[in-house]
């Protein structure tokens, strides 16, 4: 048991370099999301009557900046890494170890947990600045976003653990997150969907992603109990991250 400890100790520093030599990742994941805020910040005009009295382009656009942001550590800070770790055979090495694959997953967490810590760094005493949060709201949303970066973070796992091509993971899943996304109500408001997406996005976990962050945002109205919210992101963490635990990959092979 201290032998695994040690071991998995070891590979969480070792990934911790790996990512931080990624500046690719680092800048997209930090830079991104006070970059965004800036940007929303200085669009002007009217904003949904459903977002509440005080809503503003900011108040519209910082749920999906925030999940975005998660949301891009997950493929770019995740899921495309461990398929090029797999394609060097690094993943290969480890299999002789005696680290379960859970103990990889749960070796990597640190990194990006440090990661979404540093954005969040960033972007929330802006968001607060500019009026966008409550500063008594923050440990709220903190809590949130936890959850949503837990979820988002096993997707990327579950991905990556079964994928081959880094370039498949950064271009078609990458370019399916901003759609994943918009259906979920996370990039644009749900009242301005079709009805029948509206219906379709009671599926995706990433509606009750969005839902849970826009209830710490200043005059922002939701669609669900901030209990239900929750409750949902911590099932699906725990789905995803079993998923992720039995279906990954060492290798290319399938082993």
Known sequence: MTGNAALRRALTVAMTRELL?????????????????????????????SLGEGATAL?????????????SLAVHGTAAPLVELRRRGTL???????MSRLDFIVAQMPARAALAV?????????????GAVRPLAVPELM?????????LSA???????????????????????PVALMVSGVL???DVLPGWLQTLSIASPLTYLGDAVRHDVVGAATRF?????????????????????RSFRWDEAGR
């Open 225 to 245: 109990p901030l209990p239900l919210d929750l409750a949902v992101m911590g099932l699906t963490s725990t789905v995803l991250i079993m998923l992720a635990a």
């Open 143 to 151: 809590l949130s976003l936890l959850l949503g970066l837990t979820m």
């Open 59 to 71: 108040t519209l656009a910082l749920p999906a900046i925030l999940v975005f942001g998660f949301g």
């Open 92 to 98: 290969r090495l480890l299999a002789t170890t005696p």
């Open 21 to 49: 030599r990624d500046r690719s990742t680092l800048v997209f994941v930090i830079g991104f999301p006070p970059a965004l805020l800036a940007l929303f910040e200085l669009i002007a005009g009217a904003t949904p009557a």
């Open 188 to 190: 644009v408001p749900l």
């Open 118 to 130: 540093v954005q969040l760094a960033v972007a929330l005493p802006l968001a607060v600045a500019l």
């Open 155 to 177: 997707l990327g796992f579950l991905i990556g653990g079964r994928m081959q091509s880094p370039e498949l993971v950064s271009g078609l899943v990458g370019g399916l997150l």
